[in-house]
C-alpha cells in the first residue's frame, strides 16, 4: 500500500473537517507519496527515539497523534528540534502522517478510548463544547467510588502516578478529555460531573473547579494519550493486515515530584 492510500484511509476514519480550526496535522513529511509501505511506526509523539526505531525496523511510514510541524518551521536545518527531526526523516526517506484533534473527536477516537478505559460510559450529547468536538464529554463511572478510589483507579488503569484535588463528596458523574482539558472544568462542571480526568491540570484551574463542588485528577497529558500508539496500529492492521506494525511506547515524560518534605 502507498503512503496517499494509507493517507486516505485514516481521512476517511478523521475526516479533516472535523479538525480544530487552529489544529496542523496530516501528511507533514513525505518525500515520495507513492512510496510502498511495508512497515510503520506508531506514537504519541515523534521522539528521537521513535525515528531512531524506525530506522531500525525498515519503516517507511511515522503514523503519530501529536504534530511534530506546528509552529511554523522558518527553516530546516540543524538549530531546531523539529528541523533536525525533519531532515533526519527525510535523509531516511520516512514519511509522517499526523492525526491530532480530529482523532480526538473520531467515533473511535482517543477521547472514546481513554473513556472506555476507565469504565466511564459517555453520555451521548453530552459534550463539554459543542463547536469543539475533540474537546470530550461527560458520562457515567461504572461504580460509585470516593474522590481517592478513582485516582487509585485511573493511576491502576493507565499505569502512572495521579495528582488528585479532591472536592470531598462521592462520584458517579464524571467528564473527561485527553490531553490537556483544563479549559473545560467549567463546561463539565455546569453538566453535572463530579469529577474531572485530564492532563496539564493548572492550579487557578483546580481551584475554581474544587470550590465548585468537582474533583480534579490529574493524570498527565502523555498518560491520558498514550492509547494513540495502539489505536493507530489496530487501524493499521484492519484496512493493511500485511503491513508491519511497531506501536511505540515512549518512555514516561511527567517529571519528578521531588518532596523535601518526605525526607
Ligand atoms: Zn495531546
Redesign the pocket.
Known amino acids: 500500500m502507498k503512503i496517499s492510500e494509507i493517507e486516505a484511509r485514516f481521512d476517511a476514519l478523521y475526516p479533516l473537517e472535523r479538525r480544530a480550526e487552529w489544529d496542523n496535522d496530516g501528511l507533514l513529511v513525505c518525500p515520495d507519496r507513492d512510496r510502498a509501505v511495508t512497515a510503520v511506526v506508531t506514537c504519541l509523539d515523534v521522539t528521537f527515539p521513535v525515528i531512531e526505531k524506525t530506522i531500525e525496523v525498515g519503516a517507511q511510514l511515522i503514523v503519530s497523534?501529536?504534530p511534530l510541524l506546528f509552529e511554523p518551521l522558518k527553516a530546516v536545518n540543524e538549530d531546531t528540534i523539529a528541523g533536525q527531526k525533519v531532515l533526519l526523516l527525510l535523509q531516511h526517506e520516512i514519511s509522517l502522517l499526523s492525526f491530532h484533534t480530529r482523532c480526538d473527536c473520531a467515533e473511535r477516537g482517543l477521547n472514546s478510548e481513554f473513556a472506555a478505559a476507565l469504565g466511564v460510559r459517555l453520555t451521548p450529547g453530552a459534550v463539554l463544547d459543542p463547536d469543539q468536538p475533540y474537546t470530550g464529554g461527560v458520562g457515567t463511572l461504572f461504580s460509585r467510588m470516593t474522590p481517592e478510589e478513582l485516582a487509585r483507579h485511573v493511576s491502576e488503569t493507565l499505569d502512572t502516578p495521579v495528582r488528585l484535588y479532591s472536592a470531598g463528596t462521592g462520584v458517579e458523574t464524571v467528564g473527561l478529555c485527553?490531553?490537556?482539558g483544563k479549559e473545560f472544568l467549567g463546561p463539565a462542571l455546569r453538566l453535572g460531573a463530579d469529577a474531572f480526568i485530564t492532563g496539564d491540570v493548572t492550579y487557578h484551574a483546580a481551584q475554581a473547579a474544587v470550590e465548585g463542588g468537582m474533583t480534579v485528577i490529574d493524570c498527565g497529558?502523555q498518560a491520558s494519550?498514550a492509547l494513540a500508539a495502539a489505536l493507530f496500529a489496530e487501524e493499521i492492521a484492519r484496512f493493511a493486515p500485511d503491513i508491519r506494525v511497531f506501536p511505540f511506547r515512549e518512555e514516561s515524560f511527567d517529571g519528578e515530584i521531588v518532596d523535601a518534605r518526605r525526607f
Do not use: A, K, N
Open positions: 497523534h501529536h485527553c490531553g490537556s497529558h494519550e
